[in-house]
């Protein structure tokens, strides 16, 4: 090939000048455009977000090329006459899909009825909300209105590709400073109005407006595709043996493959330094190609805060980056200066992998005991950086900020964070959870969402082993302490089967063909030679009367618990003559626990406690709830002020105003009642409200002499702070702790609370 070929860039906005005049066409031996309407949406997505698209490979064409290879312009052209330039033999689908994308001629893309309009979402685009930014509209009367009214494209801040490509020259720089306009008259309009809040959102439009156009017409101008050029000269069957190996054994250059040549002239040879890294036994333990790539997210994350393909060219030592600050400005940065530099940040970076891989697997914790049940791979970048900050940290903030990440993940999972484009998500999340570790009061909205998520989740639809909220409950059920039935054994990861609690078999011949017997409340974690020698396709009132007459039934009804399957599931299981309503009865009644556990182990965040803290945690609970009601009733009708003490009113107005802070939705109409308030004190408040001058007399009946009912709330107390706190609970605080939650609960049991 020597002599023969020519490297080019191209700008975007010339590049779209050329294929709107038609100089790019495609020989007949190539296969027709077949990108669906999300392929082209996904490559507009990596051009305006500055990422490289790979290189076309072109021939300079003769008119006698042109005839023998009988050539078409690209799909969708609709240019008059022809100034035929080039043969595309490698980048149809890009330069097809751009020209589509960007002039959008009025025809439907292959196999489909109608037009597709493609555009980005300004308002998201600029909140850096990349997976929600980029869109495209296929229904015909919602596109005609989208294309003939600019209006709503301002207000819905839609920005039409079109706009880039189209005839006028003029009507993109036209329509960034009318959508501008747009902005700043809203503004001052409002302004009459008087609704500060009103303005200061149309103010910010009004400066994204601004700071979109200048960016999308910087992008145009500077945005370059790659471009090499055979010769004119060159026979045709040379081009075809080209294109033939093109074709069978040319792979796309990934992200990993394109820093390594840009590394080389720094004399890094990244492929060898992922061979030596690749040979830990803690990567080995998760079946993915991409780890080369997650060990470069992690080096940007924690360099930068942001992980996409954009990003990780930062990462070349020397590489300047530009910065925006606060008034406008910007300057450069250079993030990584030297090789040494770069090895150093990618030794730490493999180590934060594999330390987070090492935790994920421990059974205590996180449960992963298989690499097979790891809810998400793709959360592997960001919980690596976490643990990597949290390490960082004081030693006395780091239990505190390991609390908070374990509920994000747990939230992620819950909530399938990461099932899509996860790129800007891990990035957002990693910041969010920074400032939330630094501030109690800067809780990420996701973990509202997995609260309020738990209140909907039906396990039932999860039948599909492999799907993170699958995984998540295996993982939680090794968490609890699930053994194996037949040894007793807490399960290897390696061991590990999953096992259908009423056999499929069964399901076959008696549910035709129900996906119910396939669903998470019906599987749970055992030996493979328990499942397969032992249970076989028995169905569990065959097999577990031997277990009880040999174990006893108080061991094996534990066992079972462990293994979130309760007492009711229990005595449903072992009814004879098990029929398709027993079935069902004992899916609801697993399911029940299931979520209860979740609310309990992760919500409540009780997934560090051995399992006899947690019963003796949620006992304290139902106590406290118990006092709670126990004082709201009794002082009914009182003033808060009075009934609540004036120094404990100021701690409730204090938490309720940080909770109003920490969400804006946050009804705090809901807390003017002595009911609603109470939910925003401790024991120790309890304790002081019922022992007031001015209350016990109300309550003296019910818990007899002032000093036992204050020592009691004491020990109660120290227990209840032990358990929460991580402290080790000692033998006489948890004698004492005991003994005062008997007291308590002997004492509301007789005065009738629940």
């Known amino acids: ?12 906005n010339n590049l779209l000048t050329r294929l709107k005049d038609g100089r790019f066409v495609v020989p007949d031996f190539q296969r027709e455009f077949e990108w669906k309407p999300r392929d082209i949406l996904e490559l507009m997505r990596s051009i305006f977000l500055d990422y490289h698209i790979g290189s076309l490979l072109l021939w300079k064409g003769q008119k006698k090329n042109f005839d023998a290879l009988a050539c078409e312009p690209i799909y969708g052209y609709t240019g008059g006459g022809s100034s035929r330039e080039h043969i595309v033999l490698d980048g149809q689908q890009r330069l097809t899909a751009l020209y589509y994308a960007c002039v959008a001629p009025d025809v439907p893309p292959p196999n489909r009825k109608n037009r597709v309009i493609y555009f980005i979402r300004v308002d998201h685009f600029m909140r850096e909300e990349y997976d929600d930014a980029f869109d495209y509209e296929w229904g015909i009367k919602r596109i005609e209105k989208l294309t003939s009214d600019s209006s709503i494209q301002y207000r819905e801040h839609i920005f039409p590709l079109s706009v880039i490509g189209a005839a006028d020259p003029f009507l993109m720089s036209n329509w960034l400073q009318e959508y501008t306009k747009h902005w700043n008259d809203k503004t001052e309009e ?31 101008q500077q945005y370059h595709v790659s471009y090499i050029e055979l010769d004119e000269e060159l026979g045709l069957d040379r ?14 250059l990934e992200v990993f493959d394109l820093l390594n040549a840009m590394l080389k002239p720094h004399d890094l040879q990244l492929k060898f330094m992922w061979r030596e890294a690749r040979k830990s036994e803690c990567l080995g333990f998760v079946k993915s190609d991409k780890l080369n790539v997650y060990v470069l997210q992690i080096m940007s994350i924690l360099e930068q805060a942001y992980c996409s393909p954009k990003y990780l060219y930062y990462l070349i030592p020397g590489q300047e980056k530009v910065i925006r600050t606060p008034d406008g400005k910007t300057r450069k940065e250079v993030l990584v200066g030297t090789k ?3 090895t150093a940040l990618w030794d730490r970076s493999v180590s934060a992998l594999e330390n987070a891989i090492r935790m994920l697997r421990q059974p205590q914790r996180f449960g992963v005991t298989s690499s097979k049940y790891l809810p998400y791979v793709s959360i592997l970048p960001v919980f690596s950086a976490l643990q990597e900050h949290v390490r960082t940290l004081p030693a006395n903030k780091q239990l505190d900020a390991q609390r908070k990440v374990r509920f994000w993940y747990w939230a992620a999972i819950f909530t399938s964070r990461y099932s899509g484009a996860v790129e800007s998500t891990a990035a957002r999340d990693f910041r969010d959870i920074k400032t939330w570790i630094d501030d109690d009061a800067k809780e990420p909205p996701l973990i509202e969402e997995f609260r309020e998520k738990l209140k909907s989740l039906d396990l039932r639809k999860e039948t599909k082993r492999g799907r993170a909220v699958y995984n998540a409950i295996f993982n939680l059920l090794v968490i609890n302490g699930a053994p194996d039935w037949f040894t007793g054994n807490i399960i290897d990861g390696g061991e590990l089967d999953d096992h259908h609690i009423v056999p499929a078999s069964w399901g076959k011949n008696n549910l035709q063909d129900d996906p119910l017997i396939h669903s998470i409340p019906n599987r749970t974690p055992l030996l493979g030679s328990t499942n397969r020698d032992v249970i076989r396709n028995r169905l569990p009132n065959e097999y577990l009367p031997d277990l009880i007459a040999d174990n006893g039934e108080d061991r094996i009804r534990k066992m079972l618990e462990n293994h979130l399957i309760s007492p009711a599931a229990f005595d449903i299981l072992m009814r004879p003559n098990f029929t398709a309503t027993d079935f069902n009865e004992f899916i609801d009644e697993r399911h029940k626990t299931l979520v209860k556990a979740i609310g309990n182990l992760l919500i409540e965040e009780r997934l560090d406690l051995s399992p006899d803290l947690r019963e003796l945690d ?13 004082i709201e009733t009794t002082v009914s009708g009182q003033e808060p002020v009075n009934a609540l003490l004036s120094s404990i009113m100021k701690k409730i107005q204090c938490r309720l105003g940080q909770e109003q802070n920490r969400d804006p939705a946050f009804n705090r109409e809901r807390y003017t009642t002595i009911g609603g308030m109470l939910e925003f004190i401790d024991l120790q408040d309890l304790k002081d409200i019922i022992v007031a001058k001015l209350n016990w007399q109300n309550f003296s009946d019910t818990f007899g002499r002032k000093g036992q009912v204050e020592n009691q709330f004491n020990q109660l107390a120290a227990m209840r702070n032990s358990i929460r706190h991580g402290r080790t609970v000692s033998e006489i605080c948890r004698k004492d702790g005991e003994a005062a939650l008997l007291w308590f609960e002997g004492i509301l049991a007789r005065k009738g609370q629940p």
């Open 239 to 252: 081009i075809c043996d080209i294109f033939t190996r093109i074709n069978s054994k040319g792979v796309p």
């Open 618 to 630: 949620e006992s304290i609970e139902k106590v406290e709830l118990a006092l709670r009601s126990k």
């Open 1 to 12: 090939m020597k002599g023969v070929q020519t490297l080019y860039q191209v700008t975007l």
């Open 340 to 342: 040494q530099e770069f």
């Open 190 to 220: 409002t302004k009459q109005h008087g609704d500060g809040e009103e303005v200061e959102q149309y103010r910010i439009h009004a400066q994204n407006a601004e700071k979109f156009g200048k960016e999308i017409m910087n992008l145009t």
